[in-house]
């Protein structure tokens, strides 16, 4: 689960830098308003590459993707490009689960064989 929803952090990381950039033509907004909020939205994308696991990671992450789609009040794009990071979040935390727990059964099953040949007679010991 941590890669699938890693990569998809990172392409919101980038995602938000354009939609920055987009956000400066506005007469309404100083670059500088523009530039805290996507620095913080920037930074905390990163930072939750390394706090997926972690206790509170992904409500964080889907508090991110709100985010992401309220970004669509001052660059429209942002609804559409929220709700495609919006799914892809979620799909990156359903198969990512569903990918894990396929390990650890091929993981329990290897030790499950690698017990039973170590008793069986001409094993390896």
């Known amino acids: 689960m941590r890669t699938l929803c890693a990569s998809t952090l990172i392409g919101e990381f980038f ?9 400066m033509k506005s007469d309404e907004l100083s670059v500088g308003t523009v530039w805290t909020v996507c620095g913080i939205a920037m930074l905390l994308s990163v930072l939750l590459c390394g706090m997926i696991t972690r206790p509170g990671g992904l ?29 892809l979040w979620w799909a990156s935390i359903h198969y990512g689960r569903v990918i894990d727990e396929a390990k650890a059964r091929w993981a329990a099953q290897a030790e499950d064989r690698e017990g039973a040949g170590a008793g069986a007679p001409g094993g390896a010991a």
Not at 15 to 23: D, N, S, T, Y
Not at 59 to 77: E, K, R, S, T, Y
């Open 59 to 87: 409500a964080l992450g889907w508090a991110l993707q709100i985010g992401l789609i309220a970004g669509g009040f001052v660059v429209p794009m942002m609804f559409v490009l929220g709700a495609i990071f919006a799914a």
């Open 15 to 23: 995602v938000i830098g354009f939609a920055g950039l987009v956000a």
